[in-house]
């Protein structure tokens, strides 16, 4: 696969988390494909690699509380299948609390699809959010 047509997916699955569609991103998502997330699994229960369809029910439970989401995406590296989405993902609750953090998802794709996401963020700014004592 080129370097373009990895790029063009990218940018298309940028474009849904920004606009918060991420149901849309089951369409990327290569058979078999998985979806890791940063952390050690027993302070982060959702960390640890899964397969991608269940990362997406599991963002619908996460979500539920978010009033308005976006991720500003700052830049997008591609080499070969790889890309790399540097980003600020941004929410805020119904109730007025507001998530602020910096990610980068990494994205390896074949024949246009996502066989493998992984997502990096900041968990001081998690914390933050969750009111966790001493963020």
């Given amino acids: 696969m080129s370097t373009e047509e990895t790029r063009r997916v990218a940018i298309q699955v940028a474009a849904c988390i920004d606009e918060g569609r991420f149901a849309d991103l089951a369409a990327f998502a290569a058979p078999g494909a998985t979806w890791w ?64 953090n910096n990610a980068m998802i990494k994205l390896v794709i074949k024949d246009g699809k996502v066989e493998t996401l992984r997502e990096y963020v900041d968990f001081f700014a998690v914390f933050k959010f969750m009111g966790v004592p001493g963020f």
Avoid: C, M, Q, W
């Fill in 37 to 100: 997330f940063a952390g050690l699994k027993e302070k982060i229960p959702t960390a640890g690699a899964i397969p991608f369809e269940e990362r997406l029910k599991e963002l619908g439970g996460i979500f539920h509380d978010i009033k308005t989401f976006s991720f500003n995406t700052h830049d997008i590296t591609v080499e070969g299948n790889t890309a790399v989405i540097e980003g600020a993902p941004r929410g805020e609750t119904h109730g007025g609390k507001v998530y602020e």
